[in-house]
């Protein structure tokens, strides 16, 4: 309760291609359909200061960041191909 959220999600596929505002926007909508405030970013974590503006400048500060999420590949590191560990770690 009294939490303001902003939702980063690049809207790529499980295979992290492809891009769409469609999750994002709609998790902001259940989130202010409840009664929270919420506003949704589309920028990659390789631009964390752009997604941390944002709630800057809406909200004045931030008090606490959770990062939830991440690409999943299922291959051991040793296994693992130098264009999958790029979309990894982007």
Known sequence: ???KVV???LGGS???EGASS???DLV???IVK???EAIANYDSVEFGDKIVQQAVDK???IDILINNA???RDVGFHKMKDTDWDLIYK
């Open 28 to 30: 902001v909508e259940e």
């Open 1 to 3: 309760r009294g939490c």
């Open 14 to 16: 499980t295979h992290g």
């Open 7 to 9: 939702v980063n999600d």
């Open 34 to 36: 409840a009664g929270g």
């Open 70 to 72: 991440g690409i999943l």
């Open 22 to 24: 469609k999750v994002a």
């Open 59 to 61: 909200w004045g500060r």
